[in-house]
């Protein structure tokens, strides 16, 4: 199944300030101001692009990206399609998870699941602390999950090979906002500017609500109204302690981000190439 027309649209319309038609949260890394400079045009991200419209697809090949980096996992890419790109562009599919791990949906969606189950269970609103604590806990697991390192050796070392990368998952705010932060963090970028990064996902709020809606209005329209009112900013956003939460595993786990690279089979020659080229 892929993503409904109305989603795409409502998207669309949601997300004014976004380039590229058909997804949404899309941006390009480059410029922050930090110790070291990212050089523009070389590493986007985004939401997934099962949307995406012959009119976007042109302003990809515009910006030059040369290889997609889907971290969705196998059963996500099946329920919601894959991305629509031209045939110039190599997709590579690098799950932070498989399936047999029980990355079945995406963390928000995941998220959200849980708010219905325990709003109905309990015959109250929603908390939003407890999806609070729910995204702390999927940050934390990001980091210790086999598939998290092959993403990220994938992405530095084709980056550091000269390709141009879009990186994304399905809202392209946790998977992809925390392994975006470890290749920045890993080239110089300070943690303030990669947090600032990180951050601008809210700007896209509107537009995931939009294109979450829209597809419960197409596959229950019965209920969507009353689901689409249980869309907390908790888990269509992102809050700077989700990021803290993920780099504070790692240093749990690795010590730092550059020895999680190391871990993912990153070695010194690779990190110099890969700073040379970000910057």
Do not use: W
């Given at each position: 199944m892929t993503i409904s027309s109305a989603a795409t649209t409502a998207s669309s319309e949601n997300n004014p300030d976004n380039p590229v038609e058909g997804i949404w949260n899309f941006?390009?890394?480059?410029?922050?101001?930090?110790?070291?400079?990212?050089?523009?045009?070389?590493?986007?991200?985004?939401?997934?692009?099962?949307?995406?419209?012959?009119?976007?697809?042109?302003?990809?090949?515009?910006?030059?990206?040369?290889?997609?980096?889907?971290?969705?996992?196998?059963?996500?890419?099946?329920?919601?399609?894959s991305d629509r790109v031209d045939s110039g562009i190599r997709v590579h599919e690098v799950p932070f998870a498989t399936p047999a791990a029980g990355?079945?949906?995406?963390?928000?969606?995941?998220?959200?699941?849980?708010?219905?189950?325990?709003?109905?269970?309990?015959?109250?609103?929603?908390?939003?602390?407890?999806?609070?604590?729910?995204?702390?806990?999927?940050?934390?697991?990001?980091?210790?999950l086999?598939?998290?390192?092959?993403?990220?050796?994938?992405?530095?070392?084709?980056?550091?090979?000269?390709?141009?990368?879009?990186?994304?998952?399905?809202?392209?705010k946790d998977r992809t906002g925390l392994l975006v932060g470890l290749v920045l963090h890993?080239?110089?970028?300070?943690?303030?500017?990669?947090?600032?990064?990180?951050?601008?996902?809210?700007?896209?709020?509107?537009?995931?609500?939009?294109?979450?809606?829209?597809?419960?209005?197409?596959a229950e329209p019965e209920l969507a109204q009353t689901m689409a009112a249980m869309l907390s900013d908790e888990v269509l956003g992102v809050r700077e302690e989700y990021l803290d939460t993920g780099f504070s595993q790692v240093a749990s786990v690795f010590g730092t981000p550059e020895a999680m690279l190391v871990a993912a089979g990153v070695d010194a020659t690779g990190l110099t190439a890969l700073r040379a080229a970000l910057t």
């Open positions: 941006r390009d890394v480059g410029g922050a101001d930090s110790p070291v400079t990212i050089r523009p045009g070389v590493l986007f991200r985004s939401s997934e692009l099962s949307g995406l419209t012959p009119a976007g697809a042109q302003t990809l090949r515009a910006f030059g990206v040369t290889d997609l980096y889907d971290l969705r996992s196998p059963t996500e890419i099946a329920r919601t399609g990355e079945e949906r995406a963390p928000h969606e995941i998220a959200y699941r849980q708010m219905m189950i325990e709003s109905m269970t309990a015959g109250r609103s929603p908390d939003p602390a407890s999806q609070v604590n729910f995204m702390l806990a999927e940050y934390r697991r990001f980091v210790e086999p598939g998290t390192l092959v993403a990220l050796k994938a992405v530095a070392s084709q980056l550091a090979s000269g390709a141009t990368a879009l990186v994304h998952c399905a809202a392209g890993a080239v110089g970028v300070d943690y303030t500017d990669i947090a600032a990064d990180y951050l601008r996902s809210n700007a896209a709020i509107g537009a995931m609500r939009a294109h979450i809606s829209a597809q419960m209005e197409a």
